[in-house]
T-cell receptor, first 113, second 114 residues
Framework: DQQVKQNSPSLSVQEGRISILNCDYT??????FLWYKKYPAEGPTFLIS?????DKNEDGRFTVFLNKSAKHLSLHIVPSQPGDSAVYFC????????????FGTGTSLTVIP | ETGVTQSPTHLIKTRGQQVTLRCSSQ?????VSWYQQALGQGPQFIFQ???????GRGNFPPRFSGLQFPNYSSELNVNALELDDSALYLC?????????????FGPGTRLTVL
């Protein structure tokens, strides 16, 4: 049972525009969320996180928004750059369980120069 | 600071065989987690080790087992391989395994079971 879902397998965006990647989850007990970026032949690398007590977290060009009532989070990249082209995974965890992260299936972002 | 490395890069086995995958964590990282990523899926948590003890397990059968060594290396062993075990296997290390601890992933081992 997929508890974290990324319904868009791919997204193409022009360089300089905003990229919005979406993620939905079903488990209301999740209280910490992360985004990872993965280039081909490399492992995922941590990008940004958000705890359930916040609804927004910003780090440079990357902002994550959390809507707990909708069980939805999104990653905004502004402005998008060609080097952002990668697969993006969202992940979630329950604070109390401590170690089992649940990942979505990923969205492949292509930023067109 | 060295990154997380995994070996081998690729591996082909036949059904019923056993396989050992290896991971070298970043120095000082006491926690290693293993994930299975099937084609078109996200990584699925197999288990985590903290200071050489299993510290949590996902929904994987006992034929998936692991070891962690004091020198920051670890192993994932899979017995009685099945076709569905074909996947990319990722290890990730972190300092203490706390959920806000950044996990550093290796590049993975691609296992094909024929």
């Amino acid at each position: 049972d997929q508890q974290v879902k990324q319904n868009s397998p791919s997204l193409s965006v022009q360089e300089g525009r905003i990229s919005i990647l979406n993620c939905d989850y079903t488990n209301s007990m999740f209280d910490y969320f992360l985004w990872y970026k993965k280039y081909p032949a490399e492992g995922p690398t941590f990008l940004i996180s958000i705890s359930s007590i916040k609804d927004k977290n910003e780090d440079g060009r990357f902002t994550v928004f959390l809507n707990k009532s909708a069980k939805h989070l999104s990653l905004h990249i502004v402005p998008s750059q060609p080097g952002d082209s990668a697969v993006y995974f969202c992940a979630a965890i329950e604070w109390n369980t401590g170690n089992q992260f649940y990942f979505g299936t990923g969205t492949s972002l292509t930023v067109i120069p | 600071e060295t990154g997380v490395t995994q070996s081998p890069t690729h591996l082909i086995k036949t059904r019923g065989q056993q396989v050992t995958l290896r991971c070298s964590s970043q120095s000082g990282h006491n926690t290693v987690s293993w994930y299975q990523q099937a084609l078109g899926q996200g990584p699925q948590f197999i288990f985590q080790y903290y200071r050489e003890e299993e510290n949590g397990r996902g929904n994987f059968p006992p034929r998936f087992s692991g070891l962690q060594f004091p020198n920051y290396s670890s192993e994932l062993n899979v017995n009685a391989l099945e076709l569905d075990d074909s996947a990319l296997y990722l290890c990730a290390s972190s300092y203490s395994g706390g959920i806000t601890d950044t996990q550093y992933f290796g590049p993975g081992t691609r296992l094909t079971v024929l």
